[in-house]
């Protein structure tokens, strides 16, 4: 959790929302409605997390339908150049796993680890240092960003700036969820599988506090009515 969560407290006002998800009392309605662990997934949809709920944005079969879409592009433009997949850890764990398995071609996967530093971790200030840089030359190769979602675009502008100043042979960015009414930073991808709402959004990789990156939609998280 991330620089997103922080956002999402401060846009809707409720910042005690993290402390009020963690009372154990919220992980004891967990256990009563179901909603998790993983063999209860199915109906999440529905489901009540403490005081939030989850409302389904896309299902898992949209997203597979814009994985495999995705896929068909990326066939299309590098067939034969061996590219390299970056993935920006950790929200794209999940669909980096889905496209490389897509993929009717030879890639390599690589990833790095972002977080964000300074005395208040916000979107509009954020400034933010590399975890885990690459671990091998990408010079002269042709790498794919795979990321999971551009929000503000502010990680996706650090990590082009990163990529180009170790000279590859061209940089393209694969996003399967594009939040573009949230953009602070003129960035874009060249592979965009569904636009999103503004809203937090947890599943497939993107998380509250650690939880729901399992889920396999893509759920708005909402406090109750
Ligand atoms: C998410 C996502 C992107 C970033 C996009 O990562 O994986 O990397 O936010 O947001 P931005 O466009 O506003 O920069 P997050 O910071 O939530 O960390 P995580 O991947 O470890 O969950």
Redesign the pocket.
């Known amino acids: 959790?991330?620089?997103?969560s922080l956002s999402f407290r401060r846009g809707t006002g409720t910042a005690d929302l993290l402390t009020r998800f963690r009372r154990p009392l919220v992980d004891a309605r967990i256990r009563k409605y179901n909603v998790f662990p993983r063999p209860q997934i199915r109906k999440e949809s529905q489901g009540y997390v403490g005081e939030m709920r989850l409302e389904t944005v896309f299902t898992a079969a949209d997203i597979q339908a814009a994985v495999a879409r995705l896929a068909r592009e990326i066939e299309r433009d590098y067939r034969d150049k061996n590219p390299i997949l970056l993935g920006?850890?950790?929200?794209?764990f999940v669909f980096m796993a889905d496209l490389v398995r897509a993929l009717n071609m030879p890639v390599e996967i690589e990833f790095i680890s972002l977080s964000s530093y300074g005395p208040r971790r916000t979107?509009s200030t954020?400034r933010i240092e590399v975890v885990q840089g690459l671990r091998k030359p990408v010079r002269a190769r042709h790498v794919l960003v795979v990321?999971?979602?551009?929000?503000?675009?502010?990680?996706?502008d650090f990590t082009l700036h990163y990529l180009r100043r170790r000279r590859p042979a061209s940089v393209r960015v694969c996003a399967l969820f594009d939040k573009t009414s949230r953009r602070k930073v003129p960035v874009s991808a060249d592979y965009v599988g569904l636009t999103v709402p503004d809203c937090f959004l947890v599943g497939y990789g993107?998380?509250f506090d650690e939880r729901f990156r399992h889920l396999p939609g893509l759920y708005c998280l909402k406090e109750d009515d």
């Open positions: 959790m991330s620089r997103r920006v850890l950790k929200g794209c979107q954020g990321e999971d979602i551009i929000d503000t675009g502010v990680t996706l993107l998380d």
